[in-house]
């Protein structure tokens, strides 16, 4: 069982930055490939950047060169540095956790981030 609690979310002005961390509990992190995925009003959950146990990362078109995703197997956390937000980018933010071992599928709680003057 993994728990995954998101934060670091908040109001920020366009072209600034945040970084978001979920934290998993649990003893499985290491063997989770992570996901960070957005909901923004009316729209459905799309994803946002992923990276596998060992580090190897990805992110989508529209947010790459901006977000990075990374993450501390020592800490059992992931972060998304979000850098040059846009109004786009507003939206609720989600932590996945998908473990190759067992094949279970863990969300967090979301953290809602609103990009805005």
């Known amino acids: 069982q993994v728990q995954l609690v998101e934060s670091g979310g908040g109001l920020v002005q366009p072209g600034g930055s945040l970084r978001l961390s979920c934290a998993a509990s649990g003893t499985i992190f290491s063997s989770c490939t992570m996901r960070w995925y957005r909901q923004a009003p009316g729209k459905q959950r799309a994803l946002v950047a992923v990276?596998?146990?060992?580090?190897?990362?990805n992110d989508v078109d529209v947010v790459k060169g901006r977000f990075t995703i990374s993450r501390d197997n020592a800490k059992n956390t992931v972060y998304l540095r979000m850098n040059s937000l846009e109004p786009e980018d507003t939206a609720v933010y989600y932590c996945n956790a998908f473990s190759v071992v067992t094949h279970n599928e863990y969300w967090g709680q979301g953290t809602p981030v609103t990009v805005s003057s």
């Open positions: 990276i596998t146990r060992g580090g190897t990362a």
